[in-house]
């Protein structure tokens, strides 16, 4: 499905945007409600911007990329979020997906190693009146500790296995998605659920994601 033409309206362009997410899968009607209410134009910069609307990853400063909106979608339908869960984002990037968790959960606090990032994310947000996201630069691979315990946490680069770290972060009945898998080879992406015993893992479907960096960025 190509691109729409300059004479594609605002309304047309969304009713093709949710068409497409639909047709990938997302069907949980409040997750399709916030895609359709986060412009993800405003996310991508520079000579990719006519390319906003496409069910495709796209390269953002830094050396890494906005997932494509279906991926998004069903990391964010299968985080299952609720109205009162506070949120914890591993990789802000862009910072479309935590704008999007935005309109689902009432805090998300996001973080990325690249500072960049997480400042020109801070501007959109400002912009589009989320005050309920938190933005800091860190090392994602040891979550937030001072902030833990989270309901949902999600992680939007690869790594081999779930960060230890991480799974101690998330609450009893807490869900976190993540991409697992070596980061030239396939991956999957992973749902684990925490019961009072344990972790549950469901394999969801393959994906390709930019690997799970300990650090930071150099910037």
Same mark, same amino acid.
């Given at each position: 499905?190509?691109?729409?033409?300059?004479?594609?309206?605002?309304a047309?362009?969304?009713?093709?945007?949710l068409?497409g997410?639909r047709?990938?899968?997302?069907?949980?009607?409040r997750?399709?409600?916030?895609?359709?209410? $986060?412009d993800?134009? &405003?996310f991508?910069?520079g000579?990719? *911007?006519?390319? !906003?609307y496409?069910?495709?990853? @796209? /390269?953002?400063a830094?050396?890494?990329?906005?997932?494509?909106?279906?991926?998004?979608?069903?990391?964010t339908?299968?985080l299952n979020?609720q109205?009162?869960d506070?949120?914890?984002?591993?990789?802000?990037?862009?910072?479309?997906?935590?704008?999007?968790?935005?309109?689902?959960?009432?805090?998300i606090?996001?973080?990325?190693?690249?500072?960049?990032?997480?400042?020109?994310?801070?501007? $959109?947000?400002?912009? &589009?009146?989320?005050?309920?996201?938190t *933005?800091?630069? !860190?090392?994602?691979?040891?979550? @937030? /500790?001072?902030?833990?315990?989270?309901?949902?946490?999600?992680?939007?680069?690869?790594?081999?296995?779930?960060?230890g770290p991480?799974l101690?972060?998330?609450?009893?009945?807490?869900?976190?998605?993540?991409?697992v898998g070596?980061?030239d080879?396939?991956?999957?992406l992973?749902?684990?659920t925490?019961?009072?015993s344990?972790?549950?893992?469901?394999?969801?479907?393959?994906?390709?994601f930019v690997?799970?960096?300990?650090?930071?960025?150099?910037?």
């Amino acid at each position: 499905m190509g691109h729409g033409g300059p004479e594609e309206s605002d309304a047309e362009r969304k009713m093709r945007f949710l068409f497409g997410l639909r047709s990938r899968g997302v069907t949980d009607a409040r997750v399709l409600t916030a895609m359709e209410r $986060v412009d993800r134009g &405003l996310f991508v910069r520079g000579h990719f *911007a006519d390319r !906003a609307y496409d069910d495709m990853p @796209l /390269p953002i400063a830094c050396g890494q990329t906005i997932s494509q909106p279906s991926v998004v979608g069903l990391m964010t339908q299968a985080l299952n979020v609720q109205p009162r869960d506070t949120v914890l984002e591993i990789g802000t990037g862009s910072g479309y997906q935590a704008a999007i968790l935005a309109h689902l959960a009432r805090r998300i606090y996001t973080v990325d190693r690249h500072r960049r990032l997480v400042r020109e994310a801070q501007g $959109v947000f400002q912009s &589009l009146g989320l005050v309920n996201i938190t *933005a800091f630069t !860190a090392d994602g691979s040891h979550g @937030l /500790p001072d902030q833990a315990p989270f309901d949902r946490i999600i992680v939007t680069a690869a790594a081999e296995d779930p960060p230890g770290p991480l799974l101690a972060q998330l609450k009893v009945g807490g869900i976190m998605v993540l991409p697992v898998g070596q980061s030239d080879t396939v991956q999957s992406l992973i749902k684990v659920t925490r019961g009072i015993s344990g972790y549950d893992y469901e394999e969801l479907r393959p994906v390709r994601f930019v690997p799970l960096i300990e650090g930071l960025g150099a910037d």
